[in-house]
Nanobody, 120 residues
Framework: QVQLQESGPGLVKPSQTLSLTCTVS??????????WAWIRQPPGKGLEWMGV???????NYNPSLKSRTSISRDTSKNQFSLQLSSVTPEDTAVYYC????????????WGKGTLVTVSS
């Protein structure tokens, strides 16, 4: 059973960089045909896919966030991370990490999510 757990600060000041880490257990982030994604949901709004890092380390980002987003990984710790720069209060959201199965074209495992509030 694959499990994902988000971690990071729950409060970030405007203009700073939001940094979150997802720790994966029960499966390797280098396993072929899987990607590891970040998705967020602002209060009262729908889910927004932010980007993914694939099993081979390649990345793909939501064009609307690409200039501010970076996803990286630490294979020795089986973790992947999100950095979102120049945040504003509009970036306040519950942030989820998830496994993206390229075989079924969808997310098959999710973390519980972590609320990040952008406020001074």
């Amino acid at each position: 059973q694959v499990q994902l757990q988000e971690s990071g600060p729950g409060l970030v000041k405007p203009s700073q960089t939001l940094s979150l880490t997802c720790t994966v257990s029960g499966g390797s982030i280098t396993t072929t045909y899987y990607g590891w994604a970040w998705i967020r949901q602002p209060p009262g709004k729908g889910l927004e896919w932010m980007g993914v890092i694939a099993y081979d380390g390649s990345t793909n980002y939501n064009p609307s966030l690409k200039s501010r987003t970076s996803i990286s990984r630490d294979t020795s710790k089986n973790q992947f991370s999100l950095q979102l720069s120049s945040v504003t209060p509009e970036d306040t959201a519950v942030y989820y990490c998830a496994r993206d199965s390229f075989l079924i074209h969808g997310m098959d495992y999710w973390g519980k999510g972590t609320l990040v509030t952008v406020s001074s």
